[in-house]
Every structure is written in structure tokens, then in C-alpha cells.
């Protein structure tokens, strides 16, 4: 299985990103996938995640701003990053779980500066 990261970029604060995450490989039966991100000097944390059936989960201090979704026909989920914070500003990964085991993708930079 291979995750591969597309969206990532420099933005101003106040503005907005929109990432990708495509799946290939031996994909099937999958369940959730998601987005985890992780700041320079800081611990890894999950930014959102949702099920096959689209159930989603946020952490706190995203809610309100970003939108996590997926089209299971492509293997792909997103996340839509609005109102972007400098302290949004770290590597965010995707990931995907399958038959008990998670997949990860190597991750794209984003950056919120002026």
C-alpha cells in the first residue's frame, strides 16, 4: 500500500489549503483514513480522521476550520484547511488502516506565514 501527499504549500494566515491523500497498491476492506501532523519540536498529533461509512473526528483546536472527506471509488481523502493559523505550520501525513495495520504516507509540508 502506497500514500502519496499532494496539496502542501506556503499560505498566508487567514488563508487556505487543500490536501490530498491517494491510496494504491492492495487496497480493499479499508476503514479509516486520516490526517496526522507534526510540528517542528513538537509530538505528532492527529488532525482529523474518518471512517468508510464517514463518520469523522477532530481535534479541538481545528474544529470549525478544517473539513476532512473521502471518495472511496478513488482511494483518496482530503483535507480542506481554511482559516489557516501560524501554528497550523508543521509536516501533515496521511494514513490509512487496514486489516490491522496503518499505512502512512511521507507527508507534505505547510506552512502558514506573511
Known amino acids: 500500500v502506497q500514500l502519496v501527499e499532494s496539496g502542501g504549500g506556503l499560505v498566508q494566515p487567514g488563508g487556505s489549503l487543500r490536501l490530498s491523500c491517494a491510496a494504491s497498491g492492495s487496497i480493499f476492506n479499508f476503514n479509516t483514513m486520516g490526517w496526522n501532523r507534526q510540528a517542528p519540536g513538537k509530538q505528532r498529533e492527529l488532525v482529523a480522521q474518518i471512517t468508510r461509512g464517514g463518520t469523522t473526528n477532530y481535534v479541538d483546536s481545528v474544529k470549525g476550520r478544517f473539513t476532512i472527506s473521502r471518495d472511496n471509488d478513488k482511494n483518496t481523502v482530503y483535507l480542506q484547511m481554511n482559516s489557516l493559523k501560524p501554528e497550523d505550520t508543521a509536516v501533515y501525513s496521511c494514513?490509512?488502516?487496514?486489516?490491522?495495520?496503518?499505512?502512512w504516507g511521507k507527508g507534505t509540508l505547510v506552512t502558514v506565514s506573511s
Open positions: 494514513y490509512l488502516d487496514q486489516n490491522g495495520m496503518r499505512y
